[in-house]
């Protein structure tokens, strides 16, 4: 091959069959790339070999010369080749690499998984049109997609090309003040615009609490039955998850429990336990919150849809009862709005937000 690469070249030499020059076809430079590779990648340029100059190589396959450089000049940028003042050779490529890129028969790498992944419950199948009663599922049919649409345009208008960019870590500026506001009036959550951070969706923040509090082997304690969602994020950070049962009150969580099995994190949904359906009552409330805090642990409140009540008044945030509360208030607009938003948030408690502030 390296003789004949230093002779006058025809195509069929390098090429097994000529490019095409088609209508439609791909651009000639990126044929010519495609062949020089696989016979790179196969074997049939072997390593050290000298490619014919770019003059002789048009030629010889009737190109124009730009097309054969940018060719390459495409091979030199993905190591494919080496250039220096003797010329263009063909780099030295590892073989079960180089076997294994062009199709070739090459044992696969032991497919060993991370061993959380076993203790991560598979998700339940997406509800299509004809389960739109499952749990978590808005009347998407209901949603003003007009309304939604002049929104869009108009906050595209408004920002221009700078709303395109990146942005505050913690999230739109506009956006946490707003949510802040709603919280207040709507939730009785005590916080400023400061300690919300938007997060992709609620599971993104609970992922965040595990990330921002925890330490692989710290013990975290979830309802049950509970949110699928919420174990999910605690195995994701190699937290050992005790499960604690719930009655009609809520979280049952006693004397014994924070003796024995003590917390680093405890995930409840107080307005309204998922899937049971409890409210936590204000006594349990003021309970955990207190043993939290004499025990140095924190409290995930997942409000997810406290929004919707069929009688009465929403039922309050827990984060509200009490100033520095040790609570994370996890929230979402996938039920308010609709699910593929993926728009969430989370609320920091202010004393921690001078350590998470530069890690966020």
């Known amino acids: 091959?390296?003789?004949?690469?230093?002779?006058?070249?025809?195509?069929?030499?390098?090429?097994?069959?000529?490019?095409?020059?088609?209508?439609?076809?791909?651009?000639?430079?990126?044929?010519?790339?495609?062949?020089?590779?696989?016979?790179?990648?196969?074997?049939?340029?072997?390593?050290?070999?000298?490619?014919?100059?770019?003059?002789?190589?048009?030629?010889?396959?009737?190109?124009?010369?730009n097309t054969v450089t940018a060719a390459y000049e495409h091979l030199l940028?993905?190591?494919?080749?080496?250039?220096?003042?003797?010329?263009?050779?063909?780099?030295?490529?590892?073989?079960?690499?180089?076997?294994?890129?062009?199709?070739?028969?090459?044992?696969?790498?032991?497919?060993?998984?991370?061993?959380?992944?076993?203790?991560?419950?598979?998700?339940?199948?997406?509800?299509?049109?004809?389960?739109?009663?499952?749990?978590?599922?808005?009347?998407?049919?209901?949603?003003?997609?007009?309304?939604?649409?002049?929104?869009?345009?108009?906050?595209?208008?408004?920002?221009?090309?700078?709303?395109?960019?990146?942005?505050?870590?913690?999230?739109?500026?506009?956006?946490r003040t707003a949510i802040a506001r709603h919280l207040a009036l709507a939730r009785g959550v005590r916080c400023s615009a400061e300690q919300v951070v938007i997060t992709e969706g609620a599971q993104e923040a609970l992922v965040l609490c595990v990330r921002l509090l925890t330490n692989p082997g710290d013990t975290a304690w979830v309802e049950d039955p509970g949110y699928r969602g919420a174990q999910s994020a605690l195995h994701g950070g190699d937290l050992h998850t005790l499960p604690l049962r719930v009655d009609a009150q809520g979280l049952v969580a006693g004397e014994a429990d924070w003796r024995e099995r003590m917390p680093r994190l405890v995930y409840t949904s107080p307005s309204h336990q998922y899937p049971g359906g409890a409210v936590l009552s204000v006594a349990r409330r003021l309970a955990l919150m207190e043993q939290a805090r004499r025990?140095?642990?924190?409290?995930?409140?997942?409000?997810?849809?406290?929004?919707?009540?069929?009688?009465g008044e929403p039922i309050a945030a827990m984060q509200g009862l009490a100033d520095g509360a040790p609570v994370l208030y996890v929230g979402t607009f996938s039920k308010t709005m609709f699910p593929a938003l993926r728009i969430g948030f989370l609320v920091l408690p202010e004393a921690l937000l001078a350590a998470v502030r530069q890690p966020l």
């Open 1 to 65: 091959m390296t003789d004949a690469l230093a002779e006058p070249l025809v195509p069929q030499t390098l090429l097994e069959q000529a490019l095409d020059h088609s209508p439609g076809a791909e651009p000639l430079r990126r044929q010519l790339f495609q062949r020089l590779r696989q016979a790179i990648l196969d074997g049939r340029l072997a390593a050290g070999s000298p490619l014919p100059g770019s003059r002789a190589l048009a030629e010889a396959l009737a190109l124009s010369r």
């Open 77 to 175: 940028a993905e190591g494919y080749v080496l250039s220096d003042r003797q010329g263009t050779r063909v780099a030295a490529l590892a073989p079960s690499a180089a076997a294994a890129a062009c199709g070739q028969g090459v044992a696969a790498p032991d497919p060993r998984t991370a061993a959380r992944l076993a203790r991560i419950q598979p998700k339940a199948p997406r509800p299509g049109p004809a389960h739109w009663l499952s749990p978590g599922m808005p009347a998407l049919s209901q949603f003003p997609l007009a309304a939604w649409r002049r929104a869009l345009d108009r906050a595209l208008r408004d920002g221009g090309p700078a709303a395109l960019g990146y942005g505050d870590p913690l999230g739109e500026r506009v956006l």
């Open 295 to 311: 025990h140095g642990a924190w409290i995930i409140e997942d409000d997810y849809d406290s929004e919707f009540r069929h009688t």
